[in-house]
T-cell receptor, first 111, second 113 residues
Framework: GESVGLHLPTLSVQEGDNSIINCAYS??????FIWYKQESGKGPQFIID?????DKRQGQRVTVLLNKTVKHLSLQIAATQPGDSAVYFC??????????FGTGTSLTVIP | DGGITQSPKYLFRKEGQNVTLSCEQN?????MYWYRQDPGQGLRLIYY???????QKGDIAEGYSVSREKKESFPLTVTSAQKNPTAFYLCASDRGQGRSPLHFGNGTRLTVT
């Protein structure tokens, strides 16, 4: 999951397994959330987003779950592949339309 | 393909020098943003612009300046007043209407010695 500090949380999974990456957001008024993937030396790449009027949204091999009660967001990646290895972080958008970003989780896929 | 271009990818400067990072987008987005990324921290907002010839300070604007003379361009100047300028700088844009994803460039890594 997300944390503040110098060391990123890490997750290692076997190729073909499912991955779950977690994020705790801070503002109960936030109403729009995004998951990004960032490979080393590159900019963040949009994966999937969800609005607060939904609790689940699916994309291609990815699912985002939103639990507003506990201010928790998760990203599930099905059949994880080596190309999924990257840092994943969430972003929350508050009513002031400013984004706040988590520190990220480093996912390593073991072939 | 539409996207955001940041240049250069790597930049080295001596302490005390100002340096300007380039950001160009061809997505026809109204809003543009500059973020700073440091190891183990979330992205932090430096400056943003919702429209041409207008921009606002973000959370860590001290030691930075920007301009927005054209819709496509949002250069960032890191001045000598920035106490810890070595970082990875990311430019982003969106439609500026809220609740839309930010699109990012591939960043500029600035090293000041």
């Amino acid at each position: 999951g997300e944390s503040v500090g110098l060391h990123l949380p890490t997750l290692s999974v076997q190729e073909g397994d499912n991955s779950i990456i977690n994020c705790a957001y801070s503002n109960s008024a936030s109403d729009y959330f995004i998951w990004y993937k960032q490979e080393s030396g590159k900019g963040p790449q949009f994966i999937i987003d969800i609005r607060s009027n939904m609790d689940k949204r699916q994309g291609q091999r990815v699912t985002v779950l939103l639990n507003k009660t506990v201010k928790h967001l998760s990203l599930q990646i099905a059949a994880t592949q080596p190309g999924d290895s990257a840092v994943y972080f969430c972003a929350e958008n508050n009513p002031g339309n400013q984004f706040y970003f988590g520190t990220g989780t480093s996912l390593t896929v073991i072939p | 393909d539409g996207g955001i271009t940041q240049s250069p990818k790597y930049l080295f400067r001596k302490e005390g020098q100002n340096v300007t990072l380039s950001c160009e987008q061809n997505l026809n987005h109204d809003a543009m943003y500059w973020y700073r990324q440091d190891p183990g921290q979330g992205l932090r907002l430096i400056y943003y612009s919702q429209i041409v010839n207008d921009f606002q300070k973000g959370d860590i604007a001290e030691g930075y300046s920007v301009s927005r003379e054209k819709k496509e361009s949002f250069p960032l100047t890191v001045t000598s007043a920035q106490k810890n300028p070595t970082a990875f700088y990311l430019c982003a844009s969106d439609r500026g209407q809220g609740r839309s994803p930010l699109h990012f460039g591939n960043g500029t890594r600035l090293t000041v010695t």
